[in-house]
T-cell receptor
Framework: GAVVSQHPSWVICKSGTSVKIECRSLDFQATTMFWYRQFPKQSLMLMATSNEGSKATYEQGVEKDKFLINHASLTLSTLTVTSAHPEDSSFYIC??????????????FGPGTRLTVT | GQNIDQPTEMTATEGAIVQINCTYQTSGFNGLFWYQQHAGEAPTFLSYNVLDGLEEKGRFSSFLSRSKGYSYLLLKELQMKDSASYLCAVLDSNYQLIWGAGTKLIIKP
């Protein structure tokens, strides 16, 4: 099946610093990737949709200057949390669509990145 | 607006059967997904229904009624490892996934 990796799996950073999270589709080309955030005991919240070669589409309420998304290739999307603050501490999960896979619109999830800002 | 409802939490006994319901009101419908998510991990795909009826896959089955805006996930022969959150998600007319808040399933021995 389609595999999506994320790196790092966890990161601790100081307030005010920036953190970059990578999301890779390992065995398929993903024209569309998604970035989610999940706070404890809550469901997934879509932050943005990342399309290869174009600007990401951000959901309402998500600051695009704070959460920078780059989808430079068909297998890699990055999320950079700029000037991180403790309230940005969360579980960040990426997913990707495999157009050639079992289901046209099924999303394959990465293992997630737990960010803690101190 | 778009809305997906599922119970917040359910408890069941090991070896038993449990049914997790999901009702939805969305702008258009292009299929419904069920995902399993263990604590601290990413969701994993369980099922996809786009036509009415029951889809069976081992111990897990998923049912859809489009006219009623209703789906359920049926888990049989429950095992302790089935303790997890179960997420219902609908693909709307724009092919965007709309997520439910998830149902936390607790399995007791």
């Amino acid at each position: 099946g389609a595999v999506v990796s994320q790196h790092p799996s966890w990161v601790i950073c100081k307030s005010g610093t920036s953190v970059k999270i990578e999301c890779r589709s390992l065995d398929f080309q993903a024209t569309t990737m998604f970035w989610y955030r999940q706070f404890p005991k809550q469901s997934l919240m879509l932050m943005a949709t990342s399309n290869e070669g174009s600007k990401a589409t951000y959901e309402q309420g998500v600051e695009k200057d704070k959460f920078l998304i780059n989808h430079a290739s068909l297998t890699l999307s990055t999320l950079t949390v700029t000037s991180a603050h403790p309230e940005d501490s969360s579980f960040y999960i990426c997913s990707a669509r495999d157009p050639g896979g079992r289901g046209l619109y099924e999303q394959y999830f990465g293992p997630g990145t737990r960010l803690t800002v101190t | 607006g778009q809305n997906i409802d599922q119970p917040t939490e359910m408890t069941a006994t090991e070896g038993a059967i449990v049914q997790i319901n999901c009702t939805y009101q969305t702008s258009g419908f292009n299929g419904l997904f069920w995902y399993q998510q263990h604590a601290g991990e990413a969701p994993t795909f369980l099922s996809y229904n786009v036509l009415d009826g029951l889809e069976e896959k081992g111990r897990f089955s998923s049912f859809l009624s489009r006219s009623k805006g209703y789906s359920y996930l049926l888990l049989k022969e429950l095992q302790m490892k089935d303790s997890a959150s179960y997420l219902c998600a609908v693909l709307d007319s724009n092919y965007q996934l709309i997520w439910g808040a998830g149902t936390k399933l607790i399995i007791k021995p």
